[in-house]
């Protein structure tokens, strides 16, 4: 069974800083992978997903992620942090049809002025 | 208009009762979802159909029941309601799926149990 881990559940950035946050999943096929995010009393939506092709993949509001199949990586970078990028971030995994769909526990991104 | 709605958008409720939530989608999608989001942020798929045909379906308890009318309506039923119920239940769809589609997320039914 595919599992999704996110490393540091609270990151907290400064305005214009790097975000990193971090997602490993383990699969035993190759798996599709999705960010998400979360807005304070809302429901989620996708940032961004690798299916295949291209390993960097760029999505909204200048996020971006590059799937590393040696390291089970799949972790989200922008450059520059804006005070409305704080929210929840979920990595997810999925594989086939009818297969589990799988989302990590989450990471709260606090963007400090 | 709404892609993915829910109703209601809260429910308190006694321990015991029996509840259910309302699911509908706009989007001419074939998948639809429930997932359980509890206090910790931790979410968690719980049934998913595709076409009224059930193709996900996790260890909850069987006090939950999913039912799908058509293709665009995904309801959850919950019986005799637990302390441990409480929680913020979304509702999704997708083109096909899960694999590797998009999911659209309803904004969420805020459950408490009593």
């Known amino acids: 069974a595919q599992s999704v881990t996110q490393l540091g559940s609270h990151v907290s950035v400064s305005e214009g800083a790097l975000v990193l946050l971090r997602c490993n999943y383990s699969?035993?096929?190759?798996?599709?992978l999705f960010w998400y995010v979360q807005y304070p009393n809302q429901g989620l939506q996708l940032l961004l997903k690798?299916?295949?092709?291209?390993?960097l993949v760029k999505g909204i509001n200048g996020f971006e992620a590059e799937f590393k199949k040696s390291e089970t990586s799949f972790h989200l970078t922008k450059p520059s942090a804006h005070m409305s990028d704080a929210a929840e971030y979920f990595c997810a995994v999925g594989l086939g049809y009818g297969q589990n769909f799988v989302f990590g526990p989450g990471t709260r991104l606090s963007v400090l002025p | 208009d709404t892609a993915v709605s829910q109703t209601p958008k809260y429910l308190v409720t006694q321990m015991g009762n029996d509840k259910s939530i309302k699911c509908e989608q706009n989007?001419?999608?074939?998948?639809m979802y429930w997932y359980k989001q509890d206090s910790k942020k931790f979410l968690k798929i719980m049934f998913s159909?595709?076409?009224?045909?059930?193709?996900i379906n996790e260890t909850v308890p069987n006090r939950f029941s999913p039912k799908s009318p058509d293709k665009a309506h995904l309801n959850l039923h919950i019986n005799s309601l637990e302390l441990g119920d409480s929680a913020v239940y979304f509702c999704?769809?997708?083109?096909?799926?899960?694999?590797?589609?998009?999911?659209?997320f309803g904004p969420g039914t805020r459950l408490l149990v009593l």
């Open positions: 699969s035993s096929v190759p798996p599709y």
């Open positions: 999704a769809s997708s083109l096909r799926g899960p694999a590797g589609e998009t999911q659209y």
């Open positions: 989007l001419g999608h074939d998948t």
């Open positions: 690798y299916t295949t092709g291209a390993t």
């Open positions: 159909y595709n076409n009224k045909e059930l193709i």
